[in-house]
Each structure stands twice: as structure tokens, then as C-alpha cells.
């Protein structure tokens, strides 16, 4: 609002007289409200068109996106205003970079980090030890036996100081280990059982030597563990023990990534405090890494031979998605001392991994055949231009 004010001289007592006027007619009616002004969203535009995403927050943390080596071309304007960090979506993964023994893909990762050193942009390296878009290979032994432990230790650690090798001084951060531990219910069951990392050790050992493998390679780069779902009670005790063997280990981790697949529904305000105060305590650095809040709060119901009906960002969904976008983004305010970075998942509600998913977010059953039914989750609508929940995060 202040910028608003600079900007606009000329307008500037009739817009004290709007505002004085409404603040007014505001606390006649509700009397006995307590809520501060900042409570409510403000999604006013600001005036000042040369700020960006990465201008608003520069003195709290980065602000990053995910991108391809497409999007890079197709919305490089966008993505150079408006943020400060990048992560490879893909490109970087094992499979892809890496997808046989003596093979590696660099072209799509190499754009990335060109594109980024160009425009000044920080670089999150993602991932290094995956049970998706893995490397099949790295689990066959010469024989086509599953390998021994050691076999796919050594492959482990080739890859890891290859690939971070490549890279080192150009990424400031490594998402080393992605999801390993269990997403269900049971708090007994503590790692992903059904990843091939898991059936080959049967302990916690390869997410050990990942972090050392990746603290050999680039002793710079900060190494992250990254998770979804962090905030529900069961697996954030899950994660949390974890995170406690590391340290006690001496394993050399910096910090954790929340993904942050979010929906406006969920998760609440108490449930990301405690999350990040768990973390915190362990002394460890925080980013949310993959942010989005999709606009669905459960997979859609498909009927066979029925097509779903998408209802579209209607106002209804609007406001709950301000609201939401506002909430967590007050409370990163009020972490940025532990908070580094903030990256969204894609850049506009142009597309969005969630748009094939049927509703569902990370951990919901993927529909077969995929169900298109888009999300709306990011701050930039299907034109690329600012939603109005960008107005909301920014404005405080
Ligand atoms: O590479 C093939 C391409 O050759 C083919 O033409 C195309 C046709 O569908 O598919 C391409 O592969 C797709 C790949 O993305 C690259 O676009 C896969 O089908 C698709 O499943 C894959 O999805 C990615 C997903 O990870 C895989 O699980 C999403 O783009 C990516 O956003 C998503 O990212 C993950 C994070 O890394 C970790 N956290 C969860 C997050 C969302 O699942």
C-alpha cells in the first residue's frame, strides 16, 4: 500500500479518505472484533511494475520455482523477474540424468544451470537418491541378481560424485535424500518399505552414505533432507527420529525441505508451526521446496464412462486459496530466520503436475487412465499473470 501511495501522489487524500472511511464502517460493524488489519488479505496490486516475487521477500529468503528445460525458453521473462532460485523439475533427477551404468544425459540440466548463472539465479540441485525416476539399473547385478549392498553402494557414490562433481560451487543447495520414510498411518513402520533402497539395505544405511557421498563431492553445498506430507502428526515423528539418528550419526546434514503440496484445506496453521519448531530445534535449516495449494481439497469421485465436470476457479476457491496462500506465508514471515528459500512447483496454473492427478495431491492415488482435472495452485493464473492470492502473500 505505501508504494501505492509514492506512487500516486495525485490520488493520495482521496485514498486516505477511502481507507480512513473503511476502516470506519469496518469496526461499526463488528464492534467487537479484535482482528488486526493484517488479519484480512489484502490483495491490492502495488503500483511499483519493476518488483518482483524475489524483490518483496529480499530481506526474508529466496524465492524459487520449479522449472524445465522448456519452461526456461517459454516463460524465461516471468521467471527472471519474478524469482532468485531455481530447481530442475526433472532434469536432474537419477533416471533422467543418469539412466545407464556408462550414460549420462547432461544437455537438460546443463540449460538449467546456463540459464541460471546468466540471470544470477541460485541453483537447488534435486534430487540425489529417489525410489521414483530412479536408475532401475543401479539394483541388477552382472549376473541380473539384485545387487549386493556394496555393488549398489559404489554405484551410489559414482553417481553422486558425478554428478554433484559436475556441478560444485553451482548449487547452494542438494535435496540428497527425497522421501524415505513411510507415508501411511502406522507409526511403527518407519521407512518407504517398498522402495528398492529399502529391500537392498533394510536400514536407514544408504540415506547415511548419500549425505557423505554428497559432503565428499561438494563440501559447499548445503544438504538437505525432503519430504511431503511433514506436517501430519505420525510422519512428522517419523521424520523427526530420523532427522535425530542423522545428527546423532554425525551425518553431514544442514536442513530439511518441506515440499509442501498443500490444499486450501490443509494443513493448518498449528500442525506447520509445530513441524518447523521440531526441526528448528535439532538446529537444522528449513526451505519449502515444492509449494503449491491446489484448489481440491480430495481426489474427485470418477465414475467410469462419466466425464468429470470441472467447476474451474470459481470465486468460492479463490478466496479459500487467498486465504490459505496469506496464512502460510505469515508464518514464513515469522520463521525467515530458520526459512532459506520458498520454491514453488511450476510457474503458472498454466500447468501444474497436479493438473493429471484428478483432484489428488502428493501421496492421493493417481487415477488410471489419467484424470485430467486442473488445480489452480500457483500464484500466476493460465496467462501467466498475477492471481490476486500473489497480492495477498506479497502485500503485508
Ligand atoms: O520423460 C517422459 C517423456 O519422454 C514422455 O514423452 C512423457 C509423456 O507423458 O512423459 C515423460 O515423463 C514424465 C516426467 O514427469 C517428465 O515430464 C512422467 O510421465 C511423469 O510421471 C513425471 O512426473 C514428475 C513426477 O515428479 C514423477 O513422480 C513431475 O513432472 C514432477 O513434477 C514430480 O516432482 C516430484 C518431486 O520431484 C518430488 N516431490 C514430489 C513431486 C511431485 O510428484
Wanted: charged share 25%; hydrophobic share 40%.
Amino acid at each position: 500500500m505505501s508504494n501505492y501511495f509514492i506512487n500516486n501522489g495525485a490520488n493520495k487524500g482521496m485514498l486516505i479518505v477511502a481507507a480512513v472511511a473503511t476502516a470506519l464502517s469496518f469496526s461499526q460493524c463488528t464492534p467487537k472484533q479484535t482482528a488486526t488489519v493484517s488479519s484480512v488479505p489484502n490483495t491490492t496490486p502495488q503500483a511499483d511494475i519493476s518488483k518482483g516475487l524475489k524483490d518483496y521477500f529480499n530481506d526474508d529468503f529466496l524465492m524459487g520455482v520449479a522449472v524445465s528445460s522448456r519452461s526456461i525458453r517459454t516463460d524465461s521473462a516471468l521467471i527472471i523477474k519474478e524469482f532468485n532460485s531455481v530447481t530442475a523439475e526433472n532434469d536432474m533427477k537419477v533416471g533422467i540424468i543418469h539412466p545407464a551404468e556408462n550414460r549420462y544425459n547432461w544437455k537438460n540440466a546443463d540449460d538449467i544451470v546456463a540459464f541460471a548463472e546468466r540471470h544470477h539465479i541460485k541453483i537447488r540441485g534435486h534430487n540425489l537418491l529417489w525410489h521414483k525416476q530412479g536408475a532401475d539399473w543401479m539394483f541388477v547385478g552382472p549376473d541380473g541378481k539384485p545387487a549386493s549392498k556394496e555393488l549398489v553402494l559404489q554405484r551410489l557414490r559414482d553417481h553422486i560424485h558425478t554428478v554433484v562433481g559436475r556441478y560444485k560451487g553451482k548449487m547452494y543447495v542438494w535435496d540428497v535424500v527425497n522421501e524415505a520414510i513411510d507415508d501411511g498411518p502406522d507409526s511403527t513402520v518407519m521407512y518407504r518399505e517398498s522402495s528398492p533402497w529399502w529391500t537392498t539395505f533394510k536400514s536407514p544405511e544408504f540415506i547415511e552414505a548419500a549425505f557423505r557421498y554428497a559432503h565428499e563431492a561438494d563440501p559447499s553445498a548445503k544438504l538437505y533432507y525432503n519430504e511431503f506430507n511433514s506436517e501430519r502428526p505420525v510422519k512428522r515423528e517419523k521424520i523427526f527420529k530420523l532427522l535425530k539418528k542423522l545428527k546423532a550419526d554425525h551425518v553431514p546434514i544442514d536442513g530439511v525441505g518441506f515440499q509442501a503440496h498443500w490444499t486450501v484445506d490443509r494443513p493448518n496453521a498449528e500442525q506447520i508451526r509445530k513441524a518447523l519448531d521440531e526441526v528448528i530445534s535439532l538446529g537444522l535449516e528449513v526451505q519449502f521446496t515444492e509449494l503449491d495449494i491446489t484448489v481440491h481439497t480430495k481426489p474427485a469421485e470418477i465414475t467410469p464412462g462419466k466425464p468429470l465436470v470441472d467447476p474451474g476457479y470459481t470465486p468460492e476457491v479463490e478466496a479459500k486459496q487467498i486465504a490459505k496462500y496469506k496464512m502460510v506465508f505469515d508464518i514464513f514471515r515469522q520463521y525467515r530466520k530458520h526459512i532459506k528459500a520458498v520454491t514453488f512447483w511450476n510457474v503458472s496454473d498454466r500447468g501444474s503436475w497436479l493438473d493429471s492427478r484428478g483432484g489428488g495431491s502428493a501421496g492421493d492415488p493417481i487415477p488410471s487412465p489419467p484424470v485430467f482435472l486442473k488445480a489452480y495452485p500457483l500464484l500466476f493464473d493460465v496467462n501467466n499473470q498475477r492471481k490476486k492470492a500473489y497480492w495477498a502473500v506479497v502485500n503485508n
